[in-house]
């Protein structure tokens, strides 16, 4: 079997904190060829084009009631709602996958209409663009190359539960995750790149989605229900790992 890598890049909206991470598969040996952090748009591409599989931390879309409700705004023909309580703003600003994955796994992601992780989203509309001149598509319900992941979500969905390893606070715990994952995987070679796992979450994120990554290419995720598909292929969808 030719060598297969696949990419997990967790996305910033600053190159400088967005981790990069690339495995390598081979006579199955899975081997994490490189992991930094510091991920340009270049690096996001050059790690992208050549995988058979990339999951990418950041929504690939927003939710579709957000986009008719601007739409509507600026076209000046919005219909109004009944009410503008919490159930009308939820609809609005969460996607359909949003609140699967609060369904499956008890966690709810950041809204992309209504947080900070617009501002990576952005970026990630910009480098799908550039992927597209390239002539690799990118449906947004990440039946391409590059599909979108939620590391925490794949921990909670790992039996992990609720893991508070972000950031310098995190980094004893952070530590311990990566003892734990690769006692999990025993399938994986971290070449020595534990330390830089353990020292930064965007490094650790971006391992965790390039595994996840791995388990769509493997059939081993959670696709959209029927009754989803339309949506996903609209707002996007986050693969979650099925669990073990």
Known sequence: MAPRLIAGIDLAADPRRTGLAVLREERHVVRIDDVHVGASDDDVLGAIIPASKAGVDVP?????????????????????????????????????????????????????????????????????????????????????????????????????????????????????????????????????????????DDALDAVIAAVVAREVLLGRAVSPRAELAAAAADEGWIWLPTPE
């Open 60 to 200: 690939f879309g927003w939710p579709r009631r957000f986009v008719d409700l601007v739409a509507g705004h600026q076209a000046g023909d919005l219909e109004s709602p009944a009410d503008t309580g919490p159930a009308w703003r939820r609809a609005v600003l969460f996607r359909e996958t949003d609140l699967e994955v609060r369904r499956r796994v008890g966690k709810t992601p950041l809204s992309v209409a209504a947080d900070k992780i617009a501002y990576p989203a952005i970026r990630w509309a910009a480098i799908a663009a550039r992927l597209r001149e390239q002539d690799i598509p990118t449906p947004l319900d990440g039946s391409g190359v590059a599909c979108e992941v939620y590391p925490g979500a794949a921990l909670a969905a790992w039996g992990f539960g609720a893991q508070r390893y972000k950031k310098a606070a995190g980094a004893l715990v952070r530590g311990e995750l990566v003892e734990e994952l690769s006692a999990r995987w025993p399938w994986l070679d971290w070449a020595g790149h534990e330390g830089v796992c353990a020292a930064s």
